[in-house]
């Protein structure tokens, strides 16, 4: 690394914390309110659809959506989530993070507004549209994994870097968190102004027709968010790593960080002929040299973040079921079509409330403490325990007079994933690799954990069906413990500098030249 690249990169890595950092916080988070939001609000409405498109006249219990449909409605989404990781996390390596971060919020936007439209009326052109539109609302989801982690880590110090980038992950909290609020709303105003029987008294008026806007209107919110920090996102510099490191511009990178970061760096410069760099410092992804330094690395990144989504998104998409199991949400027969969409959004809300955002805000306030080691081997651990204490007496916690303690035991798996793998996992691949590619091994990891995801939601379904839920607690539980072995290969990034765990800063001598910065922080 040359000396002026590396005067740079020091003066972001000491530089005190300064609003902007707050700022990027938010403009960058709310592309993960936007995700949590989209991708878990589905699971709100899905009852829903089933009831309106798939009743059939004189059956004896609500219409509900086939398992094949479920699938599809799920797995688009993830599967563009992945697709669109992988590119963006390729292509943010290659253009800059700058150049396609907007790219990925305008197609949120607009296909969150687009999921609730419909080209036709007959069931099969309603799931097409919203399948057609989830994919591509996915692909722009899975951008932002890799080019939010990213961007934060290049513009934090290395003291608060890890809660820095937490804090951008842990505004998916507040997504899922508003998801449930925004159904509770909607539906109590519905259920307020079309009032309507139980499906057991009158299986047609149970699902008034006014019923299909609920779904439509709590789809089409997510875009609001996104659409209300655009703006501020097109006008954020590139990273100054990505300028000094990848397009060797380090007074560029100088100048970008001094407006927005407040950091002056005069420039005294007594430059000589600029030396070749070192042979080999520029290896690629698919080269021996970062299989050798990396390789390992990123297979503890990718199979951690693979195995914490199978249990993550299992519990997320399909805590209705559970809850309706265990007789938490009453049968669907005994609900007209609003108050279980109302009461199925009272129920995740709760869970949220507790112990998702709380499990996040943990990891920020401690994860510069105690390390992203330990946070994601106690989150493992927990989870594991938690789910067999779930699963092995399973039968005690449907007796009703236990059905509390199953909710707060449920809880605590949620709390401990997101005060532990969750966020870990996001944070330390926007950290331990090259500049070069840190956006494009973050999308390879992310793209493993929605891997995950799809094995989750879809797996979750049909073992729940098949073998029951007691026995795919189990599953997970074994899943949880895999993560912990799992997790003894990705290393401890608290309190270096980025240039320190991707081997960069190694690269200073016979790289440097004669070039000297006085530096002073504003």
Sequence with gaps: MAKDELQVLSALDVAKTQWYHFTAIIIAGMG??????????????????????YYKPGSSSPGSLPPNVVAAVNGVAFLGTLTGQLFFGWLGDKLGRKRVYGITLMLMVICSLASGLSFGRSPDSVMATLCFFRFWLGFGIGGDYPLS????????????RGAFIAAVFAMQGFGILAGGMVAIIVSGAFKANFPSPPFEKNPIRSTVPEADYIWRIILMFGALPALLTYYWRMKMPETARYTALVAKDAKQAAADMSKVLQVDLEEQQRQQEKPKEKKGSDFGLFSTQFL???GLHLLGTASTWFLLDIAFYSQNLFQKDIFTAIGWIPKAKTMNAIEEVYRIARAQTLIALCSTVPGYWFTVALIDKMGRFRIQLMGFIFMTLFMFALAIPYHHWTLPHNRIGFVVMYSLTFFFSNFGPNATTFVVPAEIFPARLRSTCHGISAASGKAGAMVGAFGFLYAAEGIGVQRSLIILGVVSLLGTFFTFLVPESKGKSLEEMSGEAEQDDGNQTQTSHEIRMA
């Design 32 to 53: 993960f309110f936007t995700d949590a939001y989209d991708l878990f609000c589905i699971s709100l409405v899905t009852k829903l659809l089933g009831r309106i498109y």
């Design 149 to 160: 982690a990213t961007i934060m880590s290049e513009y934090a110090n290395k003291k608060t």
């Design 292 to 294: 050798r330094k990396h």
